[in-house]
T-cell receptor, first 115, second 114 residues
Framework: AQSVTQLGSHVSVSEGALVLLRCNYS??????LFWYVQYPNQGLQLLLK??????LVKGINGFEAEFKKSETSFHLTKPSAHMSDAAEYFC?????????????FGSGTRLLVRP | EAGVTQSPTHLIKTRGQQATLRCSPI?????VYWYQQALGLGLQFLLW???????NRGNFPPRFSGRQFPNYSSELNVNALELEDSALYLC?????????????FGPGTRLTVL
């Protein structure tokens, strides 16, 4: 069965600093991976997704993620943090080998951006 | 293009009552998913509807049920409410049944059980 682990429930960075949010996955089939962002009192917004094309995936708001099969990782990065990036970020893997499609989410990482 | 919409935004019920949550998918999307985001439990898959049928359900008791209408909108019903049902309920839609298809989420319904 597929699973996702996000290391660090809270990450704090200074404005302008590099953002690195970690995600490791476990999957018995080629994974499809997603990063979503959730702002306070809102739903989830898709940042980017990996579906077995390019291993470096670019998303919205300057975020990107690199799929590394050897490390079973899909870490999210942004070169320079902005105050508006403060939110909770969820990594997810699509589970559907038996045609029962659903997303399995990590526990989330709350990003704090210090002025 | 309108996104996924959910109603109501907030819902307050007491233990033992029933709650009905509604979701309208993005136009053209036939699959609707329901997730529960409870404090301390993270995001958990509840139900998946496609083409009017329930295709999969998560590890939730039968008092969580729902349906999908011919226009692909969906309803989630929670019977015999318990305090631990308090959570944000998120609905998502996708254009087809595929692992690579993106699920687009609505703003959620915050259910509070007193």
């Amino acid at each position: 069965a597929q699973s996702v682990t996000q290391l660090g429930s809270h990450v704090s960075v200074s404005e302008g600093a590099l953002v690195l949010l970690r995600c490791n996955y476990s999957s018995s089939v080629p994974p499809y991976l997603f990063w979503y962002v959730q702002y306070p009192n809102q739903g989830l917004q898709l940042l980017l997704k990996y579906t077995s094309a390019a291993t470096l995936v670019k998303g919205i708001n300057g975020f990107e993620a690199e799929f590394k099969k050897s490390e079973t990782s899909f870490h999210l990065t942004k070169p320079s943090a902005h105050m508006s990036d403060a939110a909770e970020y969820f990594c997810a893997v699509s589970d559907g080998w038996d045609s029962s499609y659903k997303l399995i989410f990590g526990s989330g990482t709350r990003l704090l951006v210090r002025p | 293009e309108a996104g996924v919409t959910q109603s109501p935004t907030h819902l307050i019920k007491t233990r033992g009552q029933q709650a009905t949550l509604r979701c309208s998918p993005i136009s053209g999307h036939t699959s609707v998913y329901w997730y529960q985001q409870a404090l301390g439990l993270g995001l958990q898959f509840l139900l998946w509807y496609d083409e009017g049928e329930e295709r999969n359900r998560g590890n939730f008791p039968p008092r969580f049920s729902g349906r999908q209408f011919p226009n692909y909108s969906s309803e989630l019903n929670v019977n015999a409410l318990e305090l631990e049902d308090s959570a944000l309920y998120l609905c998502a839609s996708s254009s087809s049944r595929g692992r690579r298809d993106t699920q687009y989420f609505g703003p959620g319904t915050r259910l509070t059980v007193l």
